[in-house]
T-cell receptor, first 118, second 114 residues
């Protein structure tokens, strides 16, 4: 079954304690992305990756890091979490032609990770 | 002003009604338009995907894009209680350096009452 898998699904932690949210996809997609979803603000992009070892900032990258060492995995790292990073996080993936002028492909989302930073 | 505007609702309709969900946008470079459905405690699920202007139909769902008005719509015919969810519009521009960059609306919460 084609899917995007995030872990953990729920996490409560404290300010300053480093954490990593894992994301894995089994569709051989080049493109992966992280979003956060907050009430009244919708989904906002944090970081994205167009392929292995290629990552770039989205709209709200402050306080987050990512890495893309393998095609299937795209972990989100919070080095020193703060309460304003309490949110619902989604990982997504899609195929991508590799050309700037190429067609966009729709993104497939995981089921989300609810983070609470106390 | 947000790039994509969507009325958050909530919208409540009786079973069998025709539902109209809408988004407006300001960026004329947007060419890819998507509708996602999100159930509680789940990730967004792609419903409809259209390129440029026009209509696209899939079962009870019809997506319309009017680029001249910068307005997109999703129609749900014969709505069912199982359609109760949050509907998110999303769009992206062709040829940008981030070809996968999606801009989302806030989402409209729909409740279909039996």
């Amino acid at each position: 079954e084609a899917q995007v898998t995030q872990n953990p699904r729920y996490l409560i932690t404290v300010t300053g304690k480093k954490l990593t949210v894992t994301c894995s996809q089994n569709m051989n997609h080049e493109y992966m992305s992280w979003y956060r979803q907050d009430p009244g603000l919708g989904l906002r992009q944090i970081y994205y990756s167009m392929n292995v070892e290629v990552t770039d900032k989205g709209d709200v990258p402050e306080g987050y890091k990512v890495s893309r060492k393998e095609k299937r995995n795209f972990p989100l790292i919070l080095e020193s979490p703060s309460p304003n990073q309490t949110s619902l996080y989604f990982c997504a993936s899609s195929s991508w032609t590799g050309r700037v002028s190429g067609s966009n492909q729709p993104q497939h989302f995981g089921d989300g990770t609810r983070l609470s930073i106390l | 002003q947000k790039e994509v505007e969507q009325d958050p609702g909530p919208l409540s309709v009786p079973e069998g009604a025709i539902v109209s969900l809408n988004c407006t946008y300001s960026n004329s470079a947007f060419q890819y338009f998507m509708w996602y459905r999100q159930y509680s405690r789940k990730g967004p699920e792609l419903l409809m995907y259209t390129y440029s202007s026009g209509n696209k139909e899939d079962g009870r769902f019809t997506a319309q894009v009017d680029k001249s008005s910068k307005y997109i719509s999703l129609f749900i015919r014969d709505s069912q209680p199982s359609d109760s969810a949050t509907y998110l519009c999303a769009m992206s521009a062709r040829g940008s350096s981030n070809t996968g960059k999606l801009i989302f609306g806030q989402g409209t919460t729909l409740q279909v009452k039996p």
